[in-house]
């Protein structure tokens, strides 16, 4: 019987979360999702989450895993989310996105929120933090200017997220086409698979060990 669960959704591929690590993987959290996992459960693995089809997953729900010395771990999505929430309590938060919780830098939900299909998790829509890294890295390239990527990500934020593409990017900034066509990042998936590597090496330690170690894990 596996002992960690992983709520997964659109962030990453199930059969390239399942080659990273071996866990019992279920759908994108919910309210109420946690309190039914049995005492079997040692490790939560938090990535997705629902947002508005559902009662989001409360701060207090992982607060309950944690008073039971379950190993809580967030990333990316609804996990970095509730993790900058919790991290004083002990859940420990991956990756860049989490830090930007953490810190102030970004403070909306929906700065991770997409639409995508329930049956294969397919996105139709592209997180406002995904589009942030991507015109970072478009100006460490030189292909547009700091204050194009501000306009862009104000304008951005005035539009509900269902409607956030890249396409809509590229429209307002059609030099960038050929580089988010071919090139964008996905910050998302990557703190995602870091969560899972994470997952995989600190499977064999014991809780304190995890909890002196999560200072470093924060940095994608």
Known sequence: MCDTAV???????LGRAQSIFRANYRPPVKRGDLLLL????KTVGIIDGEFYQSLAVSPKEVLALLDRGVKVYGSSSMGALRAAETYPYGMVGIGAIFAMYRDGAIDADDEVALTYDPESYRPSSTPLVNIRFALKSAVLKGLIKEAKAVEIIARLKDI????RSYQLVIQMCPELRDFLVLEAPDQKRDDAVLLLQILARDNKLPLSAVRHQATVDVLA
Request: glycine content about 14%; hydrophobic content about 35%.
């Open 7 to 13: 709520f997964l959704g659109p962030t990453l591929d």
């Open 38 to 41: 049995g005492e079997e459960v």
């Open 160 to 163: 509900y997220f269902p409607s």
